[in-house]
């Protein structure tokens, strides 16, 4: 559950504190509510508005301390300093930006570097400069980075989320893939048609409970409630990869893969809701054991995922990069993801899992405990 916080918290080229503190409170006793109420809740997060204008590396690191000791007197574990947009970047270094990522571990951010069918190649290029900066400093960083292309305000899924800066309000995603399989396997669809209703009849069910509850629980506390996120997030022990492999009969990267991915794309977007964010089927490579093993394999890479996000919404998630991946290479995976999104108009994103220089040749090394460490395939380089 993520709540997207008002410019007001941000007037002077300082964050309230305070302000933010207390927003975090309304945010944790709505998931306690919803705790309660017999729901899990994993996470509560707060994202800040976008950053338009020019601000330098003083301001920035600014913004990102009040925000981090707002969120530690609320008792918050993390936030997104927001996204910033390509004004923001003038008078910024991509070395300032991975200073303060690394400085503050629970912070996450994103760069735009498409907004409808216009993609600023200077942003793209400044992305690329991060994510080999974090790799440098602190591989395990880049997971909390992103380049984003035409994603609305108010999404809840991070790195990419961030606030319209109106009224406060909350997003929710949901950790959906384990039902999905677990009703997958109880009554298998016959074809591709019966895997979109499963997959709508699934979302539309636990959407429409949790709306009842969350909606009055958001009025209570005079905030706004955004939509939904029906996109299904994976779990150590729900794989995404799998339901998709059980409803279409392939194994994750064979033929057929792009006909499933539409299908159950189709679910997902047919549900009555009011939904914000990515909307669609989410592929994170390192975060899914199916996924993960298909990258391992050499069944999938990156020019193939990104084939898939044209029927859904994958974008290009924790997608792993040896260290050895050049600049151009980095810089050319985030544009093609620009190029597609820019083309239909659809929110993706890039989150490139670039190891160090330094690393082990063979196989990744993440820390970070949401992540699946793979073999990499033979052939090195970006496309896997």
């Avoid at 809740?41 to 601000?55: F, K, M, N, Y």
């Avoid at 997902?268 to 390192?286: D, E, F, K, N």
Wanted: glycine share 10%.
């Amino acid at each position: 559950m993520t709540l997207c916080l008002p410019d007001e918290m941000f007037e002077g080229g300082r964050a309230s504190g305070v302000g933010i503190s207390e927003y975090g409170e309304k945010a944790l006793a709505i998931g306690d509510k919803i705790t309660r109420a017999g729901f899990e809740v994993q996470t509560v997060r707060l994202s800040s508005p976008a950053l338009d204008g020019p601000l330098n590396h003083d301001q920035l690191y600014t913004r990102a301390a009040d925000l981090v000791e707002g969120c530690r007197r609320a008792g918050v574990g993390s936030a997104s300093l927001g996204a910033l947009r390509p004004a923001a970047l003038v008078e910024l270094t991509p070395s300032q930006v991975a200073e303060v990522l690394t400085e503050y571990p629970s912070l996450f951010l994103s760069v735009v570097v498409a907004d409808r069918a216009d993609v600023d190649h200077s942003a793209v290029d400044f992305s690329g400069a991060v994510i080999r900066e974090l790799a440098s400093r602190d591989g395990d960083a880049n997971f909390r980075f992103a380049a984003v292309a035409n994603l609305g305000a108010n999404a809840p899924l991070f790195p990419g989320s961030f606030s319209d800066g109106g009224n406060a309000g909350v997003s929710v995603g949901l950790q959906s893939a384990g039902t999905l399989l677990a009703r997958a396997r109880a009554n298998p669809p016959r074809d591709l048609a019966e895997t979109t209703q499963l997959t709508r009849i699934c979302l539309q069910d636990q959407l429409a409970s949790f709306e009842d509850l969350l909606r009055p629980s958001c009025e209570q506390h005079g905030l706004l409630f955004h939509g939904f996120d029906p996109s299904p997030a994976c779990a150590p022990d729900a794989s995404i990869g799998e339901f998709l492999e059980n409803v279409g009969g392939i194994r994750f990267g064979s033929p057929g893969t792009i006909a499933t991915c539409a299908a159950v794309t189709a679910g997902i977007r047919s549900v009555s809701q009011p939904t914000v964010g990515y909307a669609g089927l989410m592929l994170p490579v390192l975060e899914d054991r199916v996924l993960a093993l298909a990258w391992q394999e050499g069944r999938i890479n990156a020019d193939s995922v990104l084939a898939y996000s044209s029927v859904c919404g994958a974008g290009l998630d924790t997608i792993p990069l040896p260290g050895s991946t050049q600049d151009h290479e980095v810089v050319a995976v985030i544009r093609d993801m620009a190029a597609l999104s820019a083309r239909w108009a659809k929110p993706l994103s890039a989150r490139l899992m670039l190891a160090p220089v330094s690393s082990d040749p063979h196989r990744t090394q993440f820390r970070a405990e949401q992540i699946v460490n793979i073999d990499y395939p033979t052939a090195q380089g970006y496309r896997g």
